[in-house]
Nanobody
């Protein structure tokens, strides 16, 4: 199983950048498609991006396309989310999770081993 922990959140002005990390302390990180999700106050958790186990396929939500980049380093058991041109509407708690094997989905119900989340706040 994977054991995930996010880091890198913080407070940034609109137009700024942040890079989030998701580190796995387990031994099977490279087997999983990984995803980033976010949840703003009063809203449901929403898909942000996902990356295949080998890093060759990447998918993004329309709202972040062209501004966010997902990547991973399987030698370090770590996934990243580079966030540029941040907007106040990007403010949320960001979570990483592993996709259930054999499933291709943006639905959070098809993910497991959620991290504790990291807060991203974008001021206007």
């Amino acid at each position: 199983q994977v054991q995930l922990a996010e880091s890198g959140g913080g407070l940034v002005q609109a137009g700024g950048s942040l890079r989030l990390s998701c580190a796995d302390s387990g031994r099977t990180f490279s087997s999983y498609t990984m995803g980033w999700f976010r949840q703003a106050p009063g809203k449901e958790r929403e898909f942000v991006a996902r990356i295949s186990s080998g890093g060759f396929s990447r998918y993004y939500a329309d709202s972040v396309m062209g501004r966010f980049t997902i990547s991973r380093d399987n030698t370090k058991n770590t996934m990243y989310l580079q966030m540029n041109s941040l907007k106040p509407e990007d403010t949320a708690v960001y979570y990483c999770a592993a996709q259930i094997l054999g499933v291709s989905s943006r639905d959070s119900r098809n993910y497991h081993s959620w991290g504790q989340g990291t807060q991203v706040t974008v001021s206007s």
